[in-house]
């Protein structure tokens, strides 16, 4: 018998336990590129920090969000070819409306 709040399998969304199940290669993959991210970020502070011209900084910036876009965008890759798909096959469609409300979020 199973207990409460633990699962016997690799569903995506069990109750209230959400859960990803990304592979070791995609986990490894999205921890690096957060790890690049997370430096830009510290250098940015650094440059504000030492005075740097304005337009320099604003560039440092831009190149931050466009980094952060790729990995939302492959989270969403695989969210919707793992997680999507799975829930679809359980027969929960409401899914399609929180994918929904997921990427109007990300396309602010």
């Known amino acids: ?9 690799d569903s995506c969304a069990e109750g ?3 859960k990803s199940h990304h592979s070791d290669k995609t986990k490894s993959n999205l921890i690096s590129r957060l ?3 997370e430096g830009q970020v510290r250098g940015v502070k650094g440059l504000i ?3 740097t011209y304005c337009d320099d900084v ?3 910036i831009a190149s931050i969000q466009s980094a ?3 990995v939302g965008k492959l989270l969403l890759e695989h969210h919707m070819k793992s997680c999507i798909v799975e829930r679809i096959q359980e027969g929960d469609h409401d899914v399609l409306d ?4 997921t990427m109007n979020k990300l396309m602010k």
Do not use: A, F, S
């Not at 018998?1 to 399998?9: A, D, K, V």
């Not at 929180?98 to 409300?101: A, F, G, I, Q, V």
């Open 58 to 60: 604003l560039n440092q």
């Open 16 to 18: 209230h336990h959400r």
């Open 98 to 101: 929180e994918l929904l409300t």
């Open 1 to 9: 018998m199973e207990q409460q709040g633990t699962t016997t399998h």
């Open 49 to 51: 920090e030492k005075d």
């Open 35 to 37: 790890n690049r991210i």
């Open 68 to 70: 952060l876009n790729g």
